[in-house]
Nanobody, 122 residues
Framework: QVQLVESGGGLAQAGGSLRLSCAASGRALSIYAMGWFRQAPGKGREFVARIDNIGADTRYADSVKGRFTISRDNAKNTVYLQMNSLQPEDTAVYYC???????????????WGQGTQVTVSS
């Protein structure tokens, strides 16, 4: 069992940046693939980015590729999502997720955080 707590959300202007953090507790983060999903108002949850358990492989949704960067620090049990060139369509609740394996993470993560709100104004 692992508990995930997100932080770093807030309000940004279009073209601005935010960095989300996800602190894990309960078990060592290094055994999990980690990632981020988001849910915009009136829409379903969508995959944003993921990173394998050792940080060697990353993948992004087409909508954020080139603007967002996922990284992890297993020694600190923390995962990050650096978001640059933010656009109003990035407005959503962002969820940190964990799973045993990257394929599982993208389909149906085992663990979810409570979410953090990101709002981008035009």
């Amino acid at each position: 069992q692992v508990q995930l707590v997100e932080s770093g959300g807030g309000l940004a202007q279009a073209g601005g940046s935010l960095r989300l953090s996800c602190a894990a507790s309960g078990r060592a983060l290094s055994i999990y693939a980690m990632g981020w999903f988001r849910q915009a108002p009136g829409k379903g949850r969508e995959f944003v980015a993921r990173i394998d358990n050792i940080g060697a492989d990353t993948r992004y949704a087409d909508s954020v590729k080139g603007r967002f960067t996922i990284s992890r620090d297993n020694a600190k049990n923390t995962v990050y999502l650096q978001m640059n060139s933010l656009q109003p369509e990035d407005t959503a609740v962002y969820y940190c997720v964990a799973a045993f394996g990257t394929a599982t993470l993208q389909r149906n993560p085992d663990y979810w955080g409570q979410g953090t709100q990101v709002t981008v104004s035009s």
